[in-house]
Nanobody, 122 residues
Framework: QVQLVESGGGLVQAGGSLRLSCAASGRTFSSYAMGWFRQAPGKEREFVAAISRSGGNTYYADSVKGRFTISRDNAKNTVYLQMNSLKPEDTAVYYC???????????????WGQGTQVTVSA
């Protein structure tokens, strides 16, 4: 089992940047593919980005492609989400998740963090 803790959320103006981190503990981090999701008030949770175990493959939702970058540091047991050119519609609670089985899509995430709030003001 793995425990996930997100950090790095906050309030930022439109056009600004934030970097989210997700620290993992428990089983070997490098054995998990990782993903980021978000949920805005009144909306369903949606996929944002994913990264393979080695970090060699990344995947993005169309809404964030070119603005967000997912990366991981297996030595630090951490996955990151660099968010640039933020828009008010990026406001949401952001969650990281771990897939212990699949190293390519479709991923099935068994473990989830508690989330970190990102608020983008106009």
């Amino acid at each position: 089992q793995v425990q996930l803790v997100e950090s790095g959320g906050g309030l930022v103006q439109a056009g600004g940047s934030l970097r989210l981190s997700c620290a993992a503990s428990g089983r070997t981090f490098s054995s998990y593919a990782m993903g980021w999701f978000r949920q805005a008030p009144g909306k369903e949770r949606e996929f944002v980005a994913a990264i393979s175990r080695s970090g060699g493959n990344t995947y993005y939702a169309d809404s964030v492609k070119g603005r967000f970058t997912i990366s991981r540091d297996n030595a630090k047991n951490t996955v990151y989400l660099q968010m640039n050119s933020l828009k008010p519609e990026d406001t949401a609670v952001y969650y990281c998740a771990a897939d212990p089985i699949n190293d390519s899509p479709p991923y099935e995430y068994d473990y989830w963090g508690q989330g970190t709030q990102v608020t983008v003001s106009a």
